[in-house]
C-alpha cells in the first residue's frame, strides 16, 4: 500500500534508515528534518518542531514499513536491499 505525502515532504533512504524532511523550511542550510524511521529496530523518532499535520501523514507511511518487519527493503537505485527490523530478536531468530 502506498501512502502519498504531502508535497513538501522529502523522503530519503540512507545508511541507516529512512530520512523525512521539510521541503518548505530550512536549518542550516538544508531541508529542516521531521523524522526518521531507522531500519535496524524500525522504530520512529519525530523532531519536536514536526507541524501535526505533516507527523500524521509521516507515521502513517512509517507504518507501511514497519508493516513489512522482516522483508527485504530496497534501499538503493542499483538494488541493494536491508532487513527491516534486523536487530530484533524477533526478526532473527
Known amino acids: 500500500m502506498t501512502i502519498k ?4 515532504i522529502f523522503v530519503g ?4 534508515g529512512i530520512c523525512y ?3 518548505k523550511r530550512e536549518k542550516h ?3 529542516a528534518r521531521l523524522a526518521i524511521l531507522f531500519y535496524s529496530d524500525l522504530r520512529a523518532e519525530f523532531e519536536p518542531d514536526c507541524p501535526p499535520a ?3 501523514q509521516i507515521a502513517e507511511h512509517m507504518a507501511t514499513i514497519q508493516a513489512r518487519r522482516g522483508e527485504q527493503y530496497q ?3 542499483s538494488g541493494q536491499t536491508i532487513k ?4 530484533l ?3 532473527n531468530a
Do not use: E, K, N
Not at 505525502?5 to 513538501?8: K, T, W
Not at 533512504?13 to 541507516?16: E, G, Q, S
Not at 527491516?84 to 536487530?87: I, T
Open 84 to 87: 527491516l527490523g534486523y536487530a
Open 75 to 77: 534501499i538503493s537505485g
Open 54 to 56: 505533516l507527523r500524521q
Open 13 to 16: 533512504h540512507f545508511p541507516t
Open 89 to 91: 530478536p524477533d526478526v
Open 29 to 31: 542550510g538544508d531541508w
Open 21 to 23: 524532511a521539510d521541503r
Open 5 to 8: 505525502l504531502d508535497d513538501r
